[in-house]
Antibody, heavy 120, light 107 residues
Framework: QVQLVQSGAEVKKPGASVKVSCKTS????????LNWVRQAPGQGLEWMGT????????YYAQKFEGRVTMTRDTSTSTVYMELNSLRSEDTAIYYC?????????????WGQGTLVTVSS | DIQMTQSPSSLSASVGDRVTITCRAS??????LNWYQQKPGKAPKLLIY???SLHSGVPSRFSGTGSGTDFTLTISSLQPEDFATYYC?????????FGQGTKVEIK
């Protein structure tokens, strides 16, 4: 069965960086894009960007351009999201989500989420 | 960016009620519209894709309609496990924006 398992919670100080992992299994890793979505406490869902595990450049939401880096490791079927220059507003749960669908893209499987807390 | 606006932001309903949530896009997105359900402390789950197609394993009491800019999610007979927050999302273009969410609470 398809599984996306994320790394554990992180506590970071303002200005630091965080790197969250998302290990996939149960399907062919290179056949599906992976996305990152975050959710601040009590707030809605915010799409951050997408990466093609087969290669090519990731696509980032403009809001995060210059601060986020998405990478992948095909040997372990894992994608990573690194966010730099953290500020308190980056406190959120970060989710990875597989991009399914043939004609209409959708996020059909999600990781369990990783809480990132930014606090001095 | 395409803006997605849901209404209402929250609603109270009873078990057995018919519930309708609407989602409006700031420009035409054809049927590039998905619906997700999120329960407290859990990741979102895909309910409906391409405006009206039910995701595998989703009960048939959930249905979606619409195209262009106006969409609806309907729960035909609300069940206790349906109390949650629902989000629409457009996949017409990047960034893949979400609506602000509709919280369905117990009356």
């Amino acid at each position: 069965q398809v599984q996306l398992v994320q790394s554990g919670a992180e506590v970071k100080k303002p200005g630091a960086s965080v790197k969250v992992s998302c290990k996939t299994s149960g399907y062919t890793f290179t056949n599906y894009y992976l996305n990152w979505v975050r959710q601040a406490p009590g707030q809605g869902l915010e799409w951050m960007g997408t990466i093609n595990p087969s290669g090519g450049s990731p696509y980032y939401a403009q809001k995060f351009e210059g601060r986020v880096t998405m990478t992948r490791d095909t040997s372990t079927s894992t994608v990573y999201m690194e966010l730099n220059s953290l500020r308190s507003e980056d406190t959120a749960i970060y989710y990875c989500a597989r991009e399914g669908g043939l004609a209409v893209v959708n996020f059909d499987y999600w990781g369990q989420g990783t809480l990132v807390t930014v606090s001095s | 960016d395409i803006q997605m606006t849901q209404s209402p932001s929250s609603l109270s309903a009873s078990v057995g009620d018919r519930v309708t949530i609407t989602c409006r896009a700031s420009q035409s997105i054809s049927t590039y519209l998905n619906w997700y359900q999120q329960k407290p402390g859990k990741a979102p789950k895909l309910l409906i894709y391409a405006a009206s197609s039910l995701h595998s394993g989703v009960p048939s009491r959930f249905s979606g309609t619409g195209s262009g800019t106006d969409f609806t999610l309907t729960i035909s007979s609300l069940q206790p496990e349906d109390f949650a927050t629902y989000y629409c999302q457009q996949s017409y273009s990047n960034p893949r924006t979400f609506g602000q969410g509709t919280k369905v609470e117990i009356k």
